[in-house]
């Protein structure tokens, strides 16, 4: 019997570790392929169809349910004995309907997969239909939906009876990808528009088998490992057992990405964590709203100035990446309430604000209130909102426009001094402030719906400070200090203020380059090179900045 699971993920770097966890607690043979949703479903199509699957799994998400589908629909007219079936969060959460529309897919597998996908092949390699599989939908005599009551001991397993996720074999083939690993499964909290909410409590892998999986991890010359866990820290203790075994067990040039409740952080926590190594650890922390009355209605603590205090402690110890998160049209969020969440978690100093979007996933509780709310929302996959009681569609429209923008100056991290300048003066403090004038700018010229170079951008934000009067000596100054750290390589645009001659500025650069001390103090990397590779790597460039 021929078992095929297939992954189609949002990009090549990416990996699909469900799919790992149940090819090695099967017992049997099983092969995985992994796609991404750039490939054309031909060159899909063909890849599954050369491999002969007698049983032929895909793992269904909202970014790849439309592509998974029709890879389904597809296989079905070209090899119709095949066995179709479908897991993950969107098919589990749509799963009578999602047999209903497609003909191609013969069973969905709800819950945690293991021992229910274990337990589903065994029965059709005994030449049985699987029927006593719990957490299964399949289709009866009379083609229609049908559902097997879940087992928590089949669905929701204790996390020892699990095998490891992968073998040395599938490390090897991962290597140069991100890794995700998961010490544990369930989240202690209830967010309404989380598929989570529904969790009973939190299960947790042993640490030492923790620190042997981690080991044999890094063993494999993996660099980024990415845990998984809903709340990595939501038990205090065991994750700062985990961060002092990271720091001081794994090798350097290996680094780890948590979801953390930043609110959780104890001083203990923060003095291990502002030990670490410089990039050895990524935070992702979720705060989706500073508003209590939009907190409650989702069912999220208020813990904003806790979280506050502690990101910005991390902030200034400067050793670990910081990836705050907010969502746009939650419940009750209106425009000004919105503009203040954004201002506040600018002003924690995170290195990358993510601004995202309400996406109201079926079966959650979001979801049962959106009458209440007002939420209208796109009825296919990503579900996201469109309009709410407090935001209109022109409205969340403009703050898509204002995503792009802090994407592109802001999390790119090119223009901090700049933007840095231009906020604190001529905006009061108020990112938010800065980022909608921008916005309107781009939508007045016409420019949010065309593509630029990386380049552009610095002249693109100087016609915007001209046209509202800011293109002063300063933010003209702070702008070519960005440019030339960004982009070393390419000469000085036209609008950078440079006063000093340029053969002035390469006799200087020569005079410091050959100052073993100045080598030392500043530039320690180059330590050791030669004249010529120094000059390559380096530039000289003339700022003048106000001292205030």
Known sequence: MQILLVAINARYSHSNPALYGLKNNLNRPCEIIEFNINQPLDYMLGEVHRKSPDILGLSCYIWNRQQVLALANTFRKVVPNCTIIVGGPEAASTASQLL????????????????????????LAEGRK??????????????????????PAINRPDLTEINFAYTSQDLQRLKGRIIYYESSRGCPYTCGYCLSSTDQGVRFLPLDRVKKEISQICASGARLVKFVDRTFNCQPERAKELWDYLIRSTPKEVHFHFEIGADLLDNESLTLLKAAPKGKFQFEIGVQSTNPQVLAAVGRPDRTSRIAANVRELAAAGNIHLHLDLIAGLPLEDWASFAASFDRVFRMRPHRIQLGFLKVLPGTPV????????LKHLDQPPYEVLETNHLSYSELWMLKQIEEL??????????????TYLIDTAYQGSAF????????????????????????????LVQFLEKKGMADNEALNRLKLDYALSEQHSDLPKWAPQEVAEKTLRQE???????????????????????REMIKRTRLVEVKLDDT
């Open 367 to 374: 979801a049962a209130s959106r009458e209440r709310y007002g």
């Open 433 to 460: 402030s800065f980022y909608l004038d921008l916005a309107r700018h781009w939508v007045e010229t016409g420019l949010y719906h065309r593509k630029h170079k990386a380049r552009d951008h610095y002249d693109l």
């Open 100 to 123: 209903e529309d497609n003909p191609g897919v013969d069973y969905v597998l709800t819950g945690e997969g293991e021992l229910a996908f274990k337990a589903f092949v065994s029965q």
């Open 406 to 419: 802090v994407e592109t100056y802001g999390n790119s991290r090119r223009f901090s001094n700049t933007l």
């Open 130 to 151: 699987p029927l006593f599989v719990p957490g299964l939908w399949y289709r009866d005599e009379q083609g229609k939906p049908r559902f097997i009551p879940a087992d």
């Open 509 to 531: 650069q020569h005079r410091l380059l050959k100052d073993p001390e100045f080598i030392l103090d500043s530039f320690s990397h180059l330590t050791g090179m030669k004249g």
